[in-house]
């Protein structure tokens, strides 16, 4: 007999699926995708501080600018042949490689703690300018946490 894969994170049978103990059907109905992640990696879900803080996150990384080999070669294929959006993302995936940079590289958040004893996570959202790109702007959003 096969046994089944066991796993401290997800559970299942013929009625359903839950993650930590979270009903996966009702997790897509109410929860975000920040709430996943976080559940995936905490056990619980976030407080609404820690769900906005993995927001800023997720949106300082979501692009990482249009001057990387990877977005321009994936620019370069979409443009010979604007049918197939897949052969445009398989380039660009391709393209990255170890001299692979752009904003992204410059987003990950530091953490620190104040001296009125407070943790904050500090995220930094570069348009460019930390890339010698002046045609948009950076900022720095520090969060308090709770």
């Known amino acids: 007999m096969i046994q089944p894969w066991r796993t401290g994170i997800c559970t299942s049978d013929e009625n359903g699926i839950w993650v930590h103990g979270y009903d996966i059907a009702s997790l897509m109905e109410k929860a975000t995708f920040a709430d996943m992640l976080f559940l995936l990696h905490r056990g619980r ?6 769900r906005r803080l ?3 996150i997720l949106i300082a990384v ?3 600018g249009p001057g990387t080999p990877s977005c321009a070669s994936a620019r370069l294929v979409a443009s010979g042949n604007r049918q197939s959006l897949s052969a445009a993302i398989a380039a660009g995936v391709l393209a ?3 001299e692979h940079d752009g ?7 530091i953490t ?6 407070k943790q904050y996570v500090v995220v930094t959202a570069t348009g ?4 010698n790109d002046r045609s948009s702007a950076d900022t720095i959003i520090a969060f308090a946490l709770p």
Do not use: S
């Not at 879900?45 to 820690?50: F, Q």
């Not at 460019?128 to 890339?131: A, D, T």
């Open 45 to 50: 879900l976030p407080n609404a501080a820690e």
């Open 54 to 56: 993995l927001d800023a």
């Open 62 to 64: 979501a692009d990482h």
């Open 96 to 98: 990255i490689g170890d």
């Open 103 to 109: 904003a992204g590289a410059h987003t990950a958040p």
């Open 112 to 117: 620190f703690m104040g001296k009125n004893g």
């Open 128 to 131: 460019g300018g930390f890339l």
